[in-house]
């Protein structure tokens, strides 16, 4: 028969693959049994799926199941399992009787038969058992709906037949070597009746993730980048040692990038530039300021950076305060409000329509106060005293187009007022030695009235009507 249970048995417990009985113990090639080494077991065994499996046909066949839970044509380095759909097995054509042949999963060979002693290079293992699947879906073949881990056999020419099934308890599939065996020379017989006419057609899924092996691997290589990448030495270039020394670090492939960190007296100190992040409150750090002094007219302010911050205020109505990323600016708001004195000791300019003094009395230095300033045409212009809600006695300068104007007073007049009509006149008084013009100098023949002229050689006074 084509298993032989004794034989299977104490050849697996002596490390050896067992193919078939016709061979003896010393034919029988060693691989790794019950010795499991790193190269062996799974690390990524907890990104199996346990249901759901995610291939389905001959569309997929070969494909990659990725890290990612993703399916790719491709291996993309991040692989858990691969599938493989209806693969035509190879068979050992050292065994004559149809009972004993032993087919064996290789990839990419195109021959029926090879022979069967040793593993070849491209001999595939590694093959996910129904162990790894839900309780309810363990008997479920590969292609069953929904699909299982147990592998699905077929024998054909082509491997398309469905009627080509065969009974899953007429084969042994070694899931680790990728061996596949029937049970008995009368089953095989049942199933393959001449050796030229087709073979085994297998569809199964196979571990490809990673193993302790590579992940150590992986990790060695990281160990030692990590040494690569800092080495100590002393300042003279020998390895460090004693009370004094220096770290450098391998900067594009070359020792002695900045900063540096130099080792001495007990003390680790850094030269050189810094970018990134530095944590820590600086309580330890030595030559670095910890103290901002602000000096002002008004006192002194100190301000420990460690815990404190710096406040910069203004005065209600009198200097604003604003910020913006590391900009601070100060400046007088649209409207001012000044509490106390102010003192202007250059030139003001109010460019306003009004400037009111809420003030008991006006000191003014000038000798001479100009009114309608700036003014090329003939207006009024005067003082309003208010003495009413919106009007106000007023002395003023009517001026007259035609003759020179004169001073003026009227009541009732408008504290916005920008012409008058005069109540009365204020009187002038000239003097030259004889009688007067015909017409006074001030109001001329239409306002003139009233004005004096006095002369100077009698002392006769007149009066202008």
């Known amino acids: 028969m084509a298993v032989d249970l004794t034989k299977k048995s104490n050849r697996t417990l002596l ?5 078939t009985d016709a061979f003896t113990d010393g034919q029988d090639a060693f691989t790794s049994v019950f010795d499991i080494n790193s190269s062996e077991i799974y690390t990524q065994a907890n990104l199996i799926p346990t249901s759901s499996l995610p291939f389905s046909g001959s569309s997929q066949n070969s494909y990659y199941f990725t890290t990612g839970s993703t399916v790719s044509a491709t291996p993309t380095g991040n692989d858990v399992m691969r599938f493989w759909y209806r693969h035509a097995l190879v068979k050992s054509d050292l065994a004559t009787p149809l009972g004993e042949q032993v087919w064996m999963f290789i990839s990419g060979s195109s021959t029926i038969s090879a022979g069967a002693q040793l593993i070849t ?5 590694n093959f996910i058992s129904p162990k790894y699947s839900a309780p309810d879906i363990s008997t479920n073949t590969t292609e069953a709906n929904p699909a299982g881990y147990a592998v699905k056999a077929v024998y054909s020419s082509d491997g398309l037949s469905t009627s080509a099934d065969i009974n899953p308890n007429y084969y042994n599939f070694d899931y680790k070597t990728g ?39 992986s990790v060695d290589a990281s160990l030692a980048a990590l040494s690569a990448s800092i080495q100590a030495v002393s300042s003279s270039g020998a390895v460090a040692g004693g009370s004094n020394g220096q770290i450098q670090y391998n900067n594009n492939s070359a020792f002695g990038g900045v ?51 710096l406040t910069i205020v203004g005065t209600a109505s009198e200097v604003e305060v604003s910020g913006s990323s590391q900009t601070i600016t100060i400046g007088l708001p649209d409207n001012v409000t000044i509490g106390n004195d102010l003192t202007v000791s250059g030139n003001l300019t109010v460019q306003g329509t009004t400037v009111t003094l809420n003030t008991t009395n006006v000191a003014i230095e000038d000798q001479f106060i100009l009114l309608a300033s700036g003014s090329s045409s003939t207006i009024d212009g005067g003082i309003i005293v208010q003495n009413a809600a919106n009007a106000g006695e007023a002395l003023y300068w009517e001026n007259n187009p035609a003759t020179t104007g004169r001073w003026a007073i009227s009541s009732s007049v408008s504290p916005t007022a920008t012409s008058i009509a005069a ?3 204020l009187v002038t008084a000239e003097k030259s030695a004889g009688a007067p013009p015909t017409n006074p100098t001030y109001g001329g023949t239409t306002n003139g009235f009233g004005n004096l002229h006095i002369d100077s050689n009698t002392g006769d006074v007149y009066v202008y009507t």
């Open 121 to 125: 290079g491209s001999q595939q293992t």
């Open 15 to 19: 490390n050896k693959r067992y193919t």
């Open 179 to 217: 061996i596949f065996q029937f049970t008995s020379s009368a089953i095989a017989g049942t199933v393959i009746t001449s050796n030229t006419v087709g073979r085994v057609y297998l569809t199964a899924y196979q571990y490809v993730g990673q193993s302790l092996s590579t992940r150590l691997t």
């Open 259 to 309: 900063p540096t960190l130099v080792y001495s007296g007990g003390s680790l100190r850094a030269s050189g530039s810094f970018t990134g992040s530095f944590y820590g409150d600086g309580s330890q750090l030595t030559g670095i300021a910890t103290t901002l002094a602000v000096t002002s007219s008004a006192g002194n302010v100190n301000v420990n950076l460690a815990s404190q911050a």
């Open 423 to 425: 109540a009365e006149y």
